[in-house]
């Protein structure tokens, strides 16, 4: 059983992990993609990885969903991982409907305008 110190040690470590892996994956997107694109993929990653569900009933630690929801899935059945699951989806959503938003919007790429040639006039 892991103490209350080696318990946040390793929550912070996994957190680190995931923010590290996201940033130099846009790092290594924001040459190729438009920031929309990046956008639609890093924040329902960031929802997938940093998603936090309580592993089993009684337990007053929390742990990341998707480690949550695999492990019960794999080791008992789908039912025993629909409690990490629905978070897991709803905010996952949540995030994929954040990033459609932000690229109609804030992310949206502006069209330079056309200057007129000197034949047109």
Not at 10 to 33: H, K, N, P, S
Not at 41 to 58: C, K, N, Q
Not at 64 to 86: E, K, M, S
């Amino acid at each position: 059983m892991l103490s209350e110190e080696t318990y946040l040690i390793a929550m912070v470590a996994y957190i680190t992990a995931a923010l590290v892996a996201l940033l130099c994956m846009a790092w290594w997107l924001r040459g190729y993609w438009r920031p929309a694109w990046i956008a639609a993929l890093l924040l329902p990653g960031a929802a997938l990885l940093l998603t936090p569900a309580y592993p089993e009933a009684g337990i007053d630690t929390m742990a990341p969903a998707l480690i949550v929801a695999a492990f019960q899935w794999l080791t008992v059945d789908q039912a025993a991982a629909a409690h990490a699951l629905r978070p897991l989806v709803f905010v996952t959503g949540a995030a994929a409907l954040l990033a459609l938003l932000l690229g109609l919007t804030v992310l949206r790429q502006r069209r330079a305008p056309e200057t007129p040639h000197a034949s047109d006039a």
